[in-house]
């Protein structure tokens, strides 16, 4: 035998010695699929203030719970906000995330929030491909591109913050508008 095919089963041993002996990663490494512990089909839910009136309607076409992280997964979400003054919020996504712990849900894919006057030609809409609605202070905010679109004006965003219960927006930049 030549030094050279020594010199290969050598080689050739140590890499099989090597790729046997090196440990596999710990299971909390190790990405594994997490497990939903219940579904809802045909999600509502309504929630009362104080008085007994409602203040906001959420559905969704399907709810996967998450316990390890304390998450649900939501298919097509629609919320409706109420306030005294205003008339009320709707708001839709394509899916999205609410984390339990925040009260913060994350909706993603053709976000739309929009408000309509009654008896009256006065509306609001937003449109965005991302948001985080934080239920707590009936708030959203975005770092996406966002389009306003009212009766008589169209202003575009890169980001913004929205209060629901005072129609308060806050543009965070690049922003331009075009009035009628």
Do not use: C
């Not at 041993?13 to 497990?35: C, E, G, N, R």
């Not at 045909?42 to 409602?54: A, E, F, I, V």
């Amino acid at each position: 035998m030549s030094s050279r095919n020594i010199l290969t089963i050598i080689l050739i041993l140590a890499v099989a010695t090597t790729w046997y002996l090196i440990p596999d990663p710990p299971p909390s490494q190790q990405k594994t699929a997490q497990q939903t512990d219940y579904f809802v089909v045909k999600l509502n839910r309504k929630q009362m203030n104080l008085s007994g009136d409602t203040a906001s309607t959420f559905s969704a076409d399907r709810v996967d719970h998450y316990p390890e992280d304390n998450r649900e997964e939501l298919i097509k979400p629609r919320a409706t906000t109420y306030s005294a003054e205003d008339p009320p919020w709707n708001l839709s996504a394509d899916e999205g995330t609410l984390w339990e712990e925040e009260d913060r849900v994350t909706m993603r894919g053709n976000v739309i929030a929009n408000q309509k006057f009654p008896k009256s030609p006065r509306f609001s809409r937003m449109e965005t491909e991302e948001a985080e609605l934080f239920l707590d202070s009936n708030s959203m905010k975005t770092d996406k591109l966002i389009t306003f679109t009212t009766d008589r004006t169209t202003t575009t965003s890169t980001g913004a913050e929205l209060h629901l219960d005072t129609g308060e927006i806050h543009l965070l930049k690049s922003s331009s508008g075009h009035y009628k």
